[in-house]
């Protein structure tokens, strides 16, 4: 493992527009004093209005990726992100279990903010039997929670990982509520904040998972985490950049700000 500095690893899509994927997530680490490092699972052509093409890469050469950083730096924690097929689902789930990856967060990106379908019917089934018993912590908010099981949820629902934390923001009216439940304490507790009228959100799903994987390396208890990662999450989106003509970034390094004032 890594000694005095905390790194966090990234096992994602890259974004060539910057504001969502191993971009969003490096950005997210860095600005929140975690060293970063990137497993790329696919690249994509894409910008603020959507997906112009992805070309999803061989699932040796992902798994090569986190054998290579984990061997040599360690990782305090990890997130995973865009992963497409269900092979590359596989090898990722194998090797974070195979090196014990501590604190591994997932977000089950199945949706790109444009629409795009970001998930296959079997990479979904991969992501529930395959990686969500390695993950500490699985991050969907509350369409993709029942898509991801295929049923309707409960409140106290770990969704089969150590923990789950199913995001309202995109339910209308009132304060963004999240849920959190984590079965290995017991545990059931909701977070709030403002919510903001802004088409600037590309990338918060990544954003929100990246930093509860900084706090969790920095060595925060999970309820911790949280309650930072949502708060980081929601200045970045207050700060919303109005970049390109579709759903600009948030803005990682204004909301970084807040932790360096």
Not at 88 to 101: G, N, T
Not at 138 to 165: C, F, H, K, S, Y
Not at 197 to 214: E, L, V, Y
């Amino acid at each position: 493992m890594s000694e005095g500095t905390p790194v966090a690893l990234t096992i994602a899509g890259s974004d060539s527009g910057g504001g969502a994927g191993i971009q969003a997530d490096l950005k997210t680490f860095t600005v929140l004093g975690v060293y970063g490092m990137s497993a790329i699972t696919a690249i994509t052509a894409q910008d603020t209005v959507g997906v112009r093409d992805a070309l999803v890469l061989a699932p040796a050469l992902v798994a090569g990726q986190i054998d290579a950083v984990v061997e040599d730096i360690g990782c305090d924690a990890a997130k995973t992100g865009m992963l497409g097929t269900a092979e590359v689902v596989a090898a990722v789930a194998e090797r974070l279990a195979h090196h014990a990856v501590p604190n591994v967060v997932v977000d089950p990106v199945m949706v790109a903010k444009s629409g795009d379908r970001l998930l296959d019917e079997d990479a979904r089934v991969a992501v529930v039997e395959r990686l969500l018993p390695v993950a500490r912590i699985v991050t969907p908010n509350l369409p993709e929670a029942e898509e991801l099981l295929g049923r309707e949820i409960a409140a106290e629902d770990a969704l089969g990982a150590g923990a789950a934390i199913v995001k309202g923001g995109h339910l209308r009216g009132g304060e963004a509520v999240d849920v959190l439940h984590d079965a290995r304490m017991g545990e059931t507790m909701r977070f709030s904040s403002p919510r903001i009228d802004t088409r600037n959100t590309h990338g918060t799903g990544c954003t929100f998972s990246a930093a509860m994987a900084a706090f969790l390396a920095r060595g925060y208890r999970l309820d911790a985490a949280v309650a930072w990662a949502k708060r980081f999450v929601t200045e970045a989106i207050r700060r919303g950049l109005p970049l390109g003509s579709g759903h600009g970034p948030t803005d990682h390094i204004g909301a970084g700000r807040l932790f360096h004032s």
